[in-house]
């Protein structure tokens, strides 16, 4: 059996190592981060296809927050190792949307394209428990078409 989870870790890491410009690396970071975070999140919630998550990002940390469909919160916490003063976050944070938007994320021929889509919003909050921190916005379906698909009945939460 080949491990294929182990052998893209690898090639992520491979590339991610080759990648010499700070910002570039510390977004690619942050990519892999949360779409290992979807993923597990995934898995761990009975293949829940749809998620609304929202980042929140200040120098210090970045928050991964949702609602599971029980409506129960759940927060996730990235410590960044990159230096994100000096105005270097929010250039990381427009370049972790730029590769979230732009990576292609082929399927099999037996289901349709995921969607996955970021929205960044360059202001900071003002309010509220993440008042100071900038916000980005993620939206995830899983099987798009399946609400149309009546053989799909039941799977589409």
Known sequence: MENL?????????????????L???AAKNIYYWVMSTLESNFWGLQRTVTFDVDLYANE??????????????????????HNCQNGNLPK?????VGIF????????????????RAYYYDDKVDVGKYKGYYH?????DMLPD????PANR???A
């Open 101 to 116: 938007n732009n990576t292609k994320y082929p399927l099999s021929d037996k289901i349709s394209s995921p969607v996955f």
């Open 136 to 140: 980005i916005n993620i939206m995830v």
């Open 23 to 25: 910002i570039e690396r």
């Open 60 to 81: 210090q940390k970045i928050i991964f927050a949702f609602c599971d469909p029980t409506g129960e919160r759940h927060e996730f916490a990235y410590y960044s190792t």
């Open 154 to 156: 039941g799977i589409y």
């Open 5 to 21: 989870m182990a052998k893209s870790m690898t090639e992520r890491y491979a590339e991610y190592l080759h990648t010499g410009d």
């Open 92 to 96: 990381m944070l427009q370049r972790f």
């Open 146 to 149: 399946a609400a149309d698909d």
